[in-house]
């Protein structure tokens, strides 16, 4: 009696999930060179200086939205100064108060990553355990539960997450490749089950950059996005693309099977040089028109008339704010330094979204 009353409940979860799923607020699609939110360009008619705006997705690194360490031996280094003691659900609570204020400067998107990335901007060694992956490739409920908040809110709001699945340095806690493709097929399953339709998925960041698995590596990555890519049994699929380090152009592998082109500024001192990776990127094989979108650049000067920023746009590419708290900076610093002060407090934050609320009219 109990195992059929078990199985009732399920079928009426499922059930209900489907519903659920028909209820969603927010769908992505790409048509052509752009990105369109419930069958409309995102800022639709936005010119701003001759250069069009519509169809672009501008957008922040916010990785650390679902942070936890589960190394007791370096949670203190995440400690919130008027508690001192780390709290992850308070950081996914602060982040989600803040997301309509974001969205009110013209920030439809940001990245969130299930291994989320440096706490401290750049790191060589990484002893914290920051991961929604157990060994195995499970998917750890408490992190589950605190990107569901998100996601849910960003649905609601009509925002797009960009969700990356690893990050090197946290990849290595996973045992092996079957591992990499439990968690893959898992929270691929997981986001057509709640019925997600308006997530761009990075399937790792910086593919080029110190994987232990091969599979997350250049030559193998490809493997992954089209794994990512298989559809729901509704014919529903997931939009997937991956990254590299700074100043690197995609690789061919990548760029054919690739929904949308990811690239990253970071070391990209020259304005103009975002400008030549844009056309470099256009000119590799397997290149058919997707959009370009930068979402991790540590170069700002936004008070100047040529900057990473309008660089971008003046290509035709979106844009992506990536701001860490430097030595000796304030706690209000940084939105990937943990803990994280999710306002917009800071003369760098300040600077990012007032001219991404000049150029997209919000």
């Not at 589950?144 to 009509?158: K, P, Q, V």
């Not at 493709?181 to 593919?207: F, P, S």
């Amino acid at each position: 009696m109990m195992r059929i009353f078990t199985c009732s409940l399920l079928a009426i979860f499922l059930l209900l999930g489907t519903n659920l799923s028909a209820q969603r607020n927010t769908e992505l699609r790409i048509q052509g060179n752009q990105f369109l939110i419930n069958g409309n360009p995102t800022y639709e008619g936005r010119i701003w200086k001759g250069k069009k705006i519509e169809g672009l997705l501008m957008n922040s690194r916010m990785v650390q939205g679902i942070f936890d360490d589960l190394n007791p031996e370096t949670t203190s280094n995440w400690i919130y100064p008027d508690t001192e003691k780390w709290d992850p659900d308070r950081n996914t609570d602060e982040f989600i108060a803040h997301m309509a204020e974001w969205k009110s400067y013209g920030l439809l998107s940001f990245t969130i990553n299930l291994q989320g990335g440096s706490p401290f901007g750049y790191s060589q060694n990484q002893p914290w355990i920051n991961s929604a992956f157990d060994e195995a490739g499970e998917i750890r409920s408490d992190y589950l539960d605190r990107l569901t908040r998100i996601l849910d809110e960003a649905d609601r709001l009509g925002m797009v997450p960009i969700l990356g699945l690893f990050y090197f340095g946290q990849d290595e806690n996973m045992k092996d490749e079957q591992a990499i493709l439990t968690a893959v097929t898992g929270i691929r399953d997981w986001i057509h089950q709640k019925g997600y339709r308006n997530i761009l998925i990075e399937a790792n960041n910086e593919c080029n950059v110190r994987y232990d698995h091969p599979i997350l590596q250049p030559e193998r990555i490809h493997e992954l996005i089209e794994l990512l890519q298989v559809p729901s049994k509704e014919e529903f699929r997931l939009l997937v693309s991956t990254s590299y380090g700074g100043g690197v152009i995609p690789k061919e592998n990548v760029v054919k099977v690739s929904d949308y082109i990811l690239l990253h500024g970071n070391g990209v001192k020259d304005p103009m040089r975002i400008v030549s990776m844009v056309e470099e990127t256009k000119k590799v094989a397997g290149y058919v028109g997707q959009p370009i979108l930068f979402n991790e650049d540590d170069h700002f000067n936004f008070d100047q008339e040529l900057n990473n920023f309008t660089a971008a746009i003046s290509s035709y590419a979106s844009w992506g704010y990536f701001d860490y708290r430097m030595k000796d900076e304030a706690f209000a610093e940084g939105y990937q330094s943990v803990p994280v002060d999710w306002g917009i407090n800071s003369d760098r934050k300040k600077g990012f979204f007032a001219l991404m609320k000049e150029i997209t009219g919000y």
